[in-house]
């Protein structure tokens, strides 16, 4: 049996090889076919006329050019009728070369998921791949072939806006979840009719614009970008990318659209990508304003040298290659390669044999699977992060004879779908979504009475509406308030200089606790919002982020105890915006504070305590857990051995509950400086009340490995200390051992 199994595997193997030597012998015969203009044209891409994130191409001739076969792709075109109309136009071509369709399918498609950093907050790798699953099933039935997602960059600085859209601080999480995001777009290969290529955004160093301000530039080391901001896209790679999207800023005073040692030395040359990549949304054109090209043209002989496959609307490839190669100034290869690459993924998905196997009307109901908002629910549910419960405010009681509901956020729709959401013209959401208010009334039974105010907007200094919400509260048992963000103040270009609750909001909180009665305050955002007043004196607070077309059921399971919260923190809080850029593995200086209020001649602000608000890896859950009884299997080991870490985890409270128990790692002493603590596993560990569980990790050369000064990836000999903890400043069992 195991020998037909070795026989089987090794057949497959022999038959994946065989037909990507085809795949190839196709492309290269097409490839002769081609004119100059032809192979030009497959890396050009443009928008359709609606759902734009840059400034629209006005050309009345898109049309016409597609016919010509000088267009290889299009972004937002949505619905299998449209792809369908704009594919008949490529068919028109002289070589009938199909279009690609992408789109920027975030965190779902017609079912909105909660945004990638709520599902970060879930730890929940199966989740998480779950959402890309169903968002993929459902874009693929509407004609799309590629997703603008996942974005891996690592964020550790919440004013930048597109930390919504990522997972967080951490490198290691970042990775796992990269890695899972990719498997979940792109299902069991490419060229099945529910999957979507992956395109792994934004590469690289994206999140660490200076000032945390949007298309900012990046001045990093090389070894914080190997260490800190590569692993996620190493991982995403693994995971079998198909494409990446290079990203808007500039590294060390190089535009990452013209970066030659990102595109070139390291993605196609020391990882050996085989798919394409994609400019960002006229990021080649924007090297002009960058300073860096003279021109569009400069711009065009810059992006293609670097290795930028794709130009996304800014028309440099369209306008000026052709010129470019006739001066001899770009050889042909560099264009042939950039072609065969795109080709590649066509005769992958399968688009040669047939342009509209995705732009089939018959597959639509895809889009109306039950199932899919069931998994909506699931994954919100699992996002949602209880940071404070005083006196067990929560859950609440099923018996409670009147609610009052209070906030801006209270009865919105779309507000639930956050940032970088898929809005479909067929859908009416305030149908489809289910809001906070609906999600309290599917909840509570015909003998609770659920009263509503406003009470403010989300921004702006009007308070007329206070008095109404405390005559509401003071007529109930409790009072749920939900405030923060709207959705569009977290995202690309969303930047925020403040992170305190917008407008008059927590003034709302602070009139509402002041008429006595118990508060839950519910936090709508896409990044860690700052709220010192309602974290130090409401009893119970629970950050819903934006959790998408469940919201209203998830979060009323929650404040129900239908669904025991589990969610983590993937960022650090901080306490003022003067802590950022805040994040737990930082390095511990010279002169490190001793506790929070050390101040004098430590690294610590004079104003300030030096820990954050909320720590990363943080949540409370409705029960408690115990950690016990650590055990390492070896307190000495060589290099090509593993040491065996167990320990005894119990919940120790009333009810069932979920616990993400986290593994840190410190070398205390290095070739170079290494940071305090850092995550090196994890698990998500379910337990019935009185359950105990025995837990094991491995910890192996990978795990203590790090970039040395000569940007070398080695474990060092020395002492090390794990660390077990239900949050990165809540370790609850610690060891040493060393390696040899």
């Known amino acids: ?351 040669f044999d047939d342009p509209y196997r995705y732009s089939d009307q018959k597959r639509a109901e895809a889009l109306n699977d039950p199932e899919n908002r069931k998994a909506a629910l699931d994954v919100a549910q699992k996002s949602i992060v209880l940071l404070k419960n005083e006196k067990e405010t929560l859950p609440l009681s099923k018996n409670l004879k009147t609610i009052a509901f209070i906030g801006p956020m209270v009865k919105e729709y779309k507000e639930n779908m956050g940032f970088w959401s898929v809005e479909l ?39 007329d509406g206070f008095a109404e919400a405390v005559a509401t509260a003071q007529q109930a048992d409790v009072v749920i308030l939900s405030i923060g963000e709207r959705r569009d103040m977290s995202g690309e270009a969303k930047s925020r200089s403040d992170l305190h609750l917008p407008g008059v909001q927590e003034d709302l909180v602070k009139a509402i606790q002041a008429t006595g009665k118990p508060v839950v305050v519910l936090v709508n955002a896409g990044r860690p919002l700052i709220f010192n007043w309602t974290a130090d004196n409401v009893p119970a607070i629970v950050y819903t982020w934006w959790l998408g077309t469940e919201a209203g059921n998830a979060i009323a399971n929650v404040l129900f105890g239908d669904y025991n919260p589990s969610g983590k923190l993937p960022m650090t809080f901080p306490r003022e915006v003067g802590q950022i850029p805040i994040y737990y593995n930082h390095f511990s200086t010279g002169r490190p504070a001793k506790d929070e209020d050390s101040k004098n001649y430590v690294s610590a602000y004079i104003d300030l305590k030096n820990s954050p608000k909320f720590p990363f890896g943080y949540g409370l859950s409705y029960t408690k857990f115990n950690y016990s009884d650590l055990k390492l299997s070896s307190v000495k080991i060589k290099s090509n051995e593993t040491i065996k870490v167990s320990f005894q985890l119990s919940n120790v409270g009333k009810v069932a509950g979920e616990e993400v128990v986290q593994l840190y790692l410190k070398d205390k002493f290095g070739s170079v400086v290494r940071p305090v603590l850092e995550l090196r596993d994890f698990q998500k560990v379910k337990l019935n009340a009185g359950e105990s569980k025995t837990i094991e990790f491995t910890i192996d050369k990978e795990k203590l490995s790090f970039y040395n000064d000569k940007l070398e990836f080695k474990a060092e000999a020395g002492d090390f200390e794990v660390m077990i903890g239900a949050s990165s400043a809540d370790i609850k069992l610690k060891a040493d051992f060393e390696l040899l």
């Open 425 to 463: 013209p067929e859908v009416d959401y305030n149908k489809w979504i289910v809001s906070q208010w609906d999600g309290l009334q599917n909840k509570v039974g015909k003998n609770t009475k659920l009263l509503y105010a406003k009470g403010c907007d989300v921004d702006g200094n009007n308070k």
């Open 1 to 351: 049996m195991k020998k037909l199994t070795t026989l089987t595997l090794l057949m497959v193997s022999l038959f994946a090889v065989a037909q990507q030597e085809t795949i190839d012998q196709k492309v290269n015969a097409l490839l002769k076919k081609m004119t100059l203009e032809e192979k030009i044209g497959q890396l050009n891409q443009y928008t359709g006329d609606n759902s734009a994130t840059g400034p629209i191409t006005i050309n009345p001739n898109k049309q016409a050019e597609i016919k010509a076969g000088i267009v290889g792709s299009m972004l937002n075109i949505i619905g299998t009728k449209y792809t369908r109309q704009y594919q008949e136009l490529a068919m028109q071509s002289r070589l009938k070369i199909p279009l690609l369709f992408g789109q920027d399918v975030i965190h779902g498609y017609k079912t909105t998921f909660p945004i990638p950093l709520a599902e970060a907050a879930s730890w929940d790798l199966a989740a998480i791949e779950l959402a890309a699953r169903v968002a993929a099933t459902e874009a693929s039935a509407s004609g799309i072939h590629w997703t603008f997602a996942p974005m891996v960059d690592i964020g550790r600085d919440p004013r930048w806006g597109r930390v919504m859209e990522g997972a967080g601080e951490d490198t290691y999480l970042g990775s796992k979840i990269a890695y899972a995001r990719v498997k979940g777009f792109q299902g069991n290969k490419l060229g099945d009719l529910n999957s979507v290529m992956a395109c792994v955004k934004h590469f690289a160093a994206y999140g660490a614009a200076v000032g945390g301000r949007d298309y900012n530039s990046v001045d990093m080391s090389e070894r914080m970008l190997w260490e800190t901001y590569l692993p996620p896209f190493k991982a995403a790679l693994d995971a079998g990318a198909a494409t990446f999207m290079n990203s808007f800023n500039d590294l060390n005073g190089i535009p990452a659209t013209a970066n030659a040692h990102l595109q070139r030395d390291i993605l196609k040359g020391k990882w050996n990508f085989q798919g394409f990549v994609v400019s960002d949304w006229g990021s080649i054109g924007e090297m002009v304003a960058h300073g860096y090209s003279k021109d569009l043209k400069a711009a065009a002989l810059a992006a293609i040298t670097a290795g930028s496959d794709m130009d996304m609307e800014s028309n440099a490839y369209r306008y000026h290659l052709a010129e470019l190669v006739k001066e001899g100034k770009v050889p042909v290869d560099l264009i042939d390669d950039a072609v065969k690459r795109i080709l590649r993924k066509k005769f992958e998905l399968g688009l």
